[in-house]
């Protein structure tokens, strides 16, 4: 149940909001915290060791993190919204509290069908049942049925359900950090995305923040598959 609301309802929502009030690049450089914090529980509540040099990492990602916006304050550029960055960081803990559960459910070794099926079936169930009361059924009579079935396979099937079970076998074999490191190349494909797909811009000062965050996540190599 905890692993359901943390990384199937409540990192999921505060991914929504943030990215309602905050650029791809800008919300994809703050979920690069999820790797240290993900650590940290992980080693408060598995006791699973730190990876080499995490302190260090986690510098260097904070430092990345920070820099994009201390130069758009200097340029008096937009900054991004209080909104978003605390929305991003309720996710942030969402899925990093998700990544300790789902370690400690794959070392329990129970079968898919509890752990991914039914958990991502109820997590289907109470968006639906929102996006009802939300928007009301009219609101999905005007969609497109191709449309639909569309969003159903790719997201559902592919996203939802695929990542759930990817992330189920990966657990089973390697601790939380080293899982979330290797999570970190999110951070390369959404901002070369958000540019190609989006045209969002791409600074100079942000390259270099993303380039200091993948230097702070690869100093976690140090971990040793379990």
Same mark, same amino acid.
């Given at each position: 149940?905890?692993?359901?609301?943390?990384?199937?309802?409540? +990192?999921? =929502?505060?991914?929504?909001?943030?990215?309602?009030?905050?650029?791809?690049?800008?919300?994809?450089?703050?979920? @690069?915290? =999820?790797?240290?914090?993900?650590?940290?529980?992980?080693?408060?509540?598995?006791?699973?060791?730190?990876?080499?040099?995490?302190?260090? !990492?986690? +510098?260097?990602? %904070?430092?990345?993190?920070?820099?994009?916006?201390?130069?758009?304050?200097?340029?008096?550029?937009?900054?991004?919204? =209080?909104? +978003? $960055?605390?929305?991003?960081?309720?996710? %942030?803990?969402?899925?990093?509290?998700? *990544?300790? #559960?789902?370690?400690?459910?794959?070392?329990?070794?129970?079968?898919?069908?509890?752990?991914? *099926?039914? &958990?991502? &079936?109820? !997590?289907?169930?109470?968006?639906?049942?929102?996006?009802?009361?939300?928007?009301?059924?009219?609101?999905?009579?005007?969609?497109?049925?191709?449309?639909?079935?569309? %969003?159903?396979?790719?997201?559902?099937? *592919?996203?939802?359900?695929? #990542?759930?079970?990817?992330?189920?076998?990966?657990?089973?074999?390697?601790? $939380? @950090?080293?899982?979330?490191?290797?999570?970190?190349?999110?951070?390369?494909?959404?901002?070369? !995305?958000?540019?190609?797909?989006?045209?969002?811009?791409?600074?100079?000062? &942000? =390259?270099? +923040?993303?380039?200091?965050?993948?230097?702070?996540?690869?100093?976690?190599?140090?971990?040793?598959?379990?």
């Amino acid at each position: 149940m905890l692993d359901t609301v943390l990384g199937l309802f409540l +990192g999921p =929502v505060a991914f929504y909001f943030a990215l309602d009030a905050l650029s791809v690049i800008s919300q994809t450089l703050l979920f @690069a915290l =999820v790797l240290p914090l993900s650590a940290l529980l992980a080693r408060r509540l598995l006791g699973e060791t730190l990876p080499r040099g995490f302190w260090l !990492s986690f +510098g260097l990602i %904070v430092l990345g993190l920070l820099l994009p916006q201390l130069a758009m304050a200097r340029m008096d550029g937009p900054m991004d919204e =209080v909104r +978003g $960055v605390i929305w991003a960081l309720v996710g %942030v803990v969402a899925f990093a509290g998700a *990544g300790v #559960s789902g370690r400690a459910i794959a070392q329990r070794g129970w079968p898919a069908a509890l752990t991914v *099926g039914l &958990t991502t &079936t109820v !997590s289907a169930l109470v968006f639906g049942a929102l996006a009802l009361i939300l928007f009301g059924p009219s609101h999905f009579h005007l969609l497109s049925a191709a449309w639909v079935v569309g %969003v159903i396979v790719i997201y559902g099937i *592919g996203l939802s359900l695929g #990542s759930e079970l990817a992330l189920r076998q990966a657990y089973r074999h390697w601790s $939380v @950090a080293q899982v979330s490191l290797w999570g970190s190349l999110t951070i390369v494909v959404a901002v070369i !995305s958000a540019a190609l797909v989006l045209g969002e811009a791409i600074h100079p000062v &942000t =390259v270099v +923040g993303l380039l200091l965050v993948l230097l702070g996540t690869r100093m976690g190599t140090g971990v040793r598959p379990a």
